[in-house]
């Protein structure tokens, strides 16, 4: 079975341009949780979308947003970016909802932004 | 809110030395614990589990005993390899909420 996918594996913009991440999940999981990982705050959670909706969101600016397809397959925009968005963007899906006894989260490999 | 806390690194051993890292959480009800890996370059990895008091997680020669009394589930190894060189993430999931929450993660070097 094929694990997490995430594209591009890189990417470089400049302030004040917008990005947009794609996540393709594990097959048959219906649940994808978005993180941001930086050098100073850790593993951040961002959102995770279930069936199409979002429920459950961090605390990130509006510029942050996301959604997802009826395949499950996922995508996170970033708008107006700022040097401070520079991160690993990773991307987990699970069976259901993220956490609990039994729904397991698979990460994908992640996508590193950088803002110059 | 729920929080994890783990020993800062990194730490470095030696080659089949033992491996202990500290993790404690605060949270409420009874919280499941997880201990993810993320090898360089790489995304995170489950490595071990544990959902209730007393239960013991273990993967690959890693294990970490749920401290309901101490709010602890610390990372073993009984001896270590080179291939263990990564940063190791202590997270929690609670009943109250079901995004997990991460710690800040330890950095383990293992020396020849």
């Known amino acids: 079975k094929a694990g997490v996918t995430q594209t591009p594996r890189y990417l470089i913009k400049t302030r004040g341009q917008q990005v947009t991440l794609s996540c393709s999940p594990i097959s048959g999981h219906r649940s994808v949780s978005w993180y941001q990982q930086t050098p100073g705050q850790g593993l951040q959670f961002l959102f995770e979308?279930?069936?199409?909706?979002?429920?459950n969101k961090g605390n990130f600016p509006g510029r942050f947003s996301g959604r997802q397809f009826s395949n499950s397959r996922s995508e996170m925009n970033v708008s107006t970016l700022e040097l401070g968005d520079s991160a690993l963007y990773l991307c987990a899906s699970s069976v259901g909802l993220a956490g609990g006894d039994s729904n397991e989260q698979f990460f994908g490999p992640g996508t590193r932004l950088t803002v110059l | 809110g729920d929080s994890v806390t783990q020993m800062e690194g990194p730490v470095t051993l030696s080659e089949e030395a033992f491996l202990t890292i500290n993790c404690t959480y605060t949270a409420t009800g009874y919280p499941s614990l997880f201990w993810y890996v993320q090898y360089p370059g790489e995304g995170l990895q489950l490595l071990l589990k544990?959902?209730?008091?007393?239960d013991k997680g273990s993967n690959k020669g890693f294990e970490a005993t749920y401290r309901k009394e101490t709010t602890s589930f610390h990372l073993e190894k009984g001896s270590v390899q080179v291939s263990d060189s990564a940063v190791y993430f202590c997270?929690?999931?609670?009943?109250?909420?079901?995004?997990?929450?991460f710690g800040r993660g330890t950095s383990l070097i293992v020396h020849p």
């Open positions: 997270a929690l999931a609670s009943g109250g909420s079901y995004i997990p929450t």
């Open positions: 979308y279930f069936s199409e909706t979002q429920r």
């Open positions: 544990a959902t209730k008091a007393d």
